[in-house]
């Protein structure tokens, strides 16, 4: 199981579009994640947003639940 079996190419969204997403949807039924560095993440992150640093998300990717949908900033 790879990166691509979590992650489907769709069109980027803008930070509204994301917004938007996130007020419509209860956050059990997706995936949150905050790829930036540790020092970004502590300085500020979207409220319930796992912490999985982009240079660790090959190795860290079966944290995530792939049935459903992922967020990645």
Partial sequence: MGL???F????TWSADQVREFL???N????NLVDVREPSE???????????????????????LDREKPTIAY
């Fill in 27 to 30: 956050p059990a039924e997706f």
């Fill in 41 to 63: 993440y502590e300085k500020e992150h979207l409220p319930g947003a796992r912490h999985i640093p982009l240079a660790q998300l090959a190795r860290r990717i079966r944290e």
């Fill in 8 to 11: 489907k190419p769709v069109p």
């Fill in 23 to 25: 007020k419509g949807q």
């Fill in 4 to 6: 691509r079996d979590f």
